[in-house]
């Protein structure tokens, strides 16, 4: 079970923030739609939109782009034919395709899951599953030439303690082939920080690995940025506390006593250093 409160943000290829806009809201219409019997939507009808073979019920309707897409992904099959799509070529959504190329996404936000093994990833189309097996429907992406450069401004697992230190903070990475597939294996370290009011800050540290695959590989991979993350069976426990005052004393009095040690050696080696000079001098008189 995963719950989470992504916000996800389009951006031009500069990194400037697009306005948002509502989907389906001024798209170009037809005065008469496609009715899932064949025929045009006729005067005081109700509309009700085919769902081009892939309904479940024999009175199904689907009356939206979205709609079709659905159906085609609860029945597990791809759809490629958006152009012949009536409710698709009504709401304007190749168009919408067409004018987000070249745009960059930003995303941010709390993501729940639970502590076992799994993957989250960024990846074009949307994600279902179907008889237990995860796909992507890529429509409308060309995924050939999607584009997986990424910047990581921030990544951690739990909440930020003193001392705690993310390795993906500030990463980058710039795609130069046309395809493939970035990933991070992450393990990730259960750590529980402790302060010096006996406070206790349940967390995680993590380290990574990197790797890309390349298109050349078969079978082909799914383009996108994948973090594949793992937790360790041990736990990490971090105590801070206060040193006491016969350590400190213990302290003081080392410090001390290497102070007079090292300065007897001094005055030893300058007395003894005085006395040799002295005696060559005093043998140099008397011849």
Request: contains cysteine; positive net charge; charged residues 25%.
């Amino acid at each position: 079970m995963q719950r989470h409160d992504i916000i996800k943000k389009r951006i031009d290829h500069l990194g400037n923030v697009i306005e948002s806009r509502q989907d389906g809201v001024g798209a170009p219409k037809i005065e008469k739609p496609l009715q899932r019997h064949g025929g045009r939507l006729d005067h005081n009808e109700t509309y009700c939109g085919s769902c081009y073979g892939a309904e479940v019920l024999d009175d199904a309707c689907c009356n939206s782009c979205e709609d079709v897409r659905e159906a085609y992904r609860k029945k597990g099959w791809g759809l490629t034919n958006l152009d012949q799509i009536d409710q698709c070529k009504r709401e304007g959504f190749i168009q919408r395709i067409k004018d987000e190329e070249g745009e960059g996404c930003n995303m941010n936000g709390l993501l729940e899951v639970n502590k076992v093994a799994g993957n989250f990833h960024f990846a074009p189309g949307k994600s279902f599953h179907q008889s237990n097996i995860f796909l992507q429907n890529l429509l409308g992406f060309q995924t050939e030439n999607y584009n997986i450069s990424h910047k990581i401004n921030k990544l951690s697992f739990g909440k930020e303690f003193p001392g705690v230190v993310n390795p993906l903070d500030g990463a980058q990475w710039t795609h130069q082939t046309p395809f493939g597939m970035y990933q991070y294996f992450i393990k990730v370290v259960p750590t529980i920080y402790t302060d010096i009011r006996g406070r206790k800050i349940y967390s995680n540290q993590f380290s990574v690995t990197e790797h890309f695959r390349d298109a050349d590989v078969y079978p082909k991979p799914p383009s996108g940025v994948y973090f594949i993350y793992d937790f360790s069976p041990i736990k990490v426990i971090f105590t801070e506390e206060n040193k006491s005052l016969l350590h400190v004393l213990t302290n003081i009095c080392a410090i001390i006593g290497g102070v007079f040690t090292v300065a007897g050696i001094v005055d030893a080696f300058l007395y003894h250093g005085h006395r040799v000079i002295k005696k060559k001098m005093e043998l140099g008189k008397h011849r």
